[in-house]
């Protein structure tokens, strides 16, 4: 019988950009795909996304992309596999709803095979079938893939955790997991986001406990920030705040488009009479008003961010005002969190974050004990964490262990090396084409490696640049020769030193000297650099140009 | 009676560069001179230190300076204030030890006034006067000071926690804490830093415990990381490992060098044999070794972080060792920790972090408990918190409201804002200078805004430079003019795009134009820019050098 094999283009070893491949023979689906945000050693690059040169050299076998989830880090990549091969796309209603607006910006949707699933359908994909399961997560319709192939069924848990009191109501379908347990599951790959906290995660629930005690303590507004998708996160707010007498507006266009495209979908059931409108908070007194606002990463351009600034026009942040922090931080979003919460203090605001003092946030993502409950439902021959780092995986692998599951059918994955799975065992294979592909603001992917290395040189001590015009017939300078810097910072006068002695180098070149520009070029440069780096132990970066008249 | 003032200079309303100024009439003390480090939007600053102009400028009146303990947020602008005043500064014999090698680098030790104080002893500083008392704190010879004023003593806690079994068995002065407070203190200046931790913090003893669990279960070497000045975990280490059978190898300059010189001066005892050279290391088999190495925060230049990048020639890490990170990370560091952490599970390792499963670390800050234990035993008039962000200062202020204190007797400090005492009341001033300078790595201060502004620019989309030769009495562009771009990405073929439409505007214009240099300079640089803009979102910056020959 044939091989399967199970390739991870992003997602394993890290958080974000999932972007899973299942292949048997000439069969390929895709599970999710999603963006990673970029860390502080890439600037100017707006998001990360998988490298698809895997699936681009075999677009003819791919037989959909099939999505999870509607948060980024499962979609935010779509439009550009989509540039490359008009696949079809499954999803749950809910899933399409919300990523129709980013594919419309890049792609024309009507050209677009966007299908949608219910769960409990087996969806045929050549050899392949995904059949999509319901389970719980921080986002309505939210699925795990039962994948059957010819070895039996890869059970892809997808973001997920075991809330048996969901917002929605909407409980994880846990038989149909254990049918497929019985059925044989060959392989799980499961969520390994939260295998550090022991335990059970708490529900959905209790963060509604949690706002009313601050929507009912706080004397003045109430601003709480989440993720634009939070969904079920802002059902609460809008539910708290009808009990307690508020009215909701919202700030950020993301999530007012959100609030509105799952109010008209039946997503969202925001009771008669309390959302307002931004302009109308001024009709009502503070003790009556809760806002809904992006900006709970700390962004720059974000609504929050700029009202701890006093730069936001549409609203301003008063004393008195209560501002509930309702997300977990991103790795590497603390510093610019912490800074934003200190100017809201600043302000004359409280401001609840960590879930003090009351529980204003809950995680999405299962715990140990409900990692412990999926391997025992599903019960699988292989195992392989994903959507986890390497500690993560590690842990996860050692519960794995502890439960009886030998080390020899476990697997730490790594993303573009594929798990194959033949008749008698698994193993892993050789390395795909595999990577990460940075995209700029323009919405240009490929920012190379050389150029990111160039911006944190710049970024570092800065630039400076030199301008020789050369007649290279005469062999002689033209005109004088000019030194620019930006960014650049050193001892006083360290630029007229160098400066100086650059030139006197120049005055004592020869003829045949100046008439080999590249050469010239290069020893401006090197003499500069030098002297810079003796003088200073700075290295700004030396940009010589030498024209020829 | 004359006024008596505090002024911050550093370290309220933020965490670092703690520098507080008393002034009675013409006679100033000056409370520790710390330094901050550089958050992510500013590259190129190694340090950031307080601006010391009010200092400068009351030169006269500076009797000394005294320093609470030996940390970096509480020591490390001294050089940069010493070098503008010198003036007497007072420390326990082991601060002294600990910044003399900082001091010999950019001073000369010879000339400088430094003092020893002895717990108990009261030093005269003109009008006033400062008696240190011993505290417990993460370090050796941590101390508060009372300053007696005319109003009454000011009592700085500085850096503290209330630790029953610290490492070095030396116990807080619980006793002169609270005779203080029946002598009368005026103004209790807190530590904030850890009051959103409820209860009382676990004392330093607990570490041994948990190293002693990882020391006696790891199956390989174990590498600790932490502060370079964390001398009381060192203690531990030597201890933990001469119990468990280890020989203790050094890595990183620094930490070898505090290793040294508190051997030297007893306050590091290592159980005789223990401490072995880094070369000595493959005389052992890996479970008889333990590594103290620097790298806690996940700095890119730092042992563990090369270690981690297999990039380390001294000492590589091998399957089966495990590496314990004995630190709390600095706020911003995080992503950076995190991604060290996990090449070091690639490379087979595994990480104990988090103090999972083991207690491996305790925070040298007082938590809730402490900190009301210190209200109480001080009983202060006013209260002001310092060493904490605004958060900080918010949570400690109503707690103190909680123990009873009036509100108008509580004070939220702002950097550069006196506190002023005088006979009957305390209220807040006119603003001093005031603010954070930075310091670039070649160790000159005042990195300006613009610069700062210019790198993060530079990094964001990188730059584009022009460069283009005239000849202004003849009117006519000498030569090709060139153009090159560096950190700079976009749609393909932009840049030749943007240079033909910039070559046929420069062919376009006339005699005249071409004689006004700084006019063409900014029509070059305006057209680039619109043009790059508009066809891509992106803002490189762009240089134009234009040369007259």
Known sequence: MSKVEVIALGGVGEIGKNCTVIRQDDDIVVIDCGLAFPNEEM?????????????????????????????????????????????????????HAMIQSKLEEKLNLKELKLKTFAFGDIIQAGSLSVEPIRVTHSIPENSSFAIRTGHGIILMTGDFKFDFSP?????????????????????????????????????????????????????????????ASNIHRMQQVYEVAAETGRKVACVGRRMENNIDVCTRLGYLHIPKGVRIKLDEINDYPPEQLAILTTGSQGEPMSALVQMSKQEYGRLQIKEGDTIIYSARPIPGNEAAIWRTVNRLFRLGAKVVYDSHPAPVHVSGHAYQEELKMMINLTRPFYLAPVHGEPRHQHLYLSIAEQMGHPEHRLFTMEDGVPLVLDETTAYQ?????????????????????????????????????????VDPEAGEIVGDPMIQAKGFHGPEGVLDRASDILWDALNALNKADLRDIDKLRRDIADLLRKYIQKQTNLRPMILPSVIEV
């Open 167 to 227: 917002v929605d109501g909407k409980l994880s379908n846990i038989t149909r997991f254990g049918q497929l347990g019985e059925e044989g599951v060959v392989l799980l790959l499961s969520d390994s986001t939260n295998v550090d906290r022991p335990g059970w995660g708490p529900s959905e629930r209790i963060v509604s406990e949690g706002l009313r005690r601050v929507f009912t303590q706080a004397e003045g507004r109430v601003l709480l920030t989440t993720f």
């Open 429 to 469: 294979g050789e390395r795909v084409a595999c990577g990460r592909v940075l995209v700029d603001y323009s919405g240009t992917p490929g920012i190379s490696d050389e150029v990111l290395r160039d911006r944190n040189n710049l970024a570092r001590d800065g630039m400076i640049t030199v301008t020789v015009a």
């Open 43 to 95: 600037p100017g690059v707006d998001i990360v996304i998988p490298d698809f040169t895997y699936l681009i050299e075999n677009k003819d076998k791919v037989r959909g992309v099939f999505l999870t989830h509607a948060h980024e880090d499962h979609v935010g990549s779509l439009p550009y596999l989509l540039r490359e091969m008009n696949v079809p796309v499954y999803a749950s209603t809910f899933t």
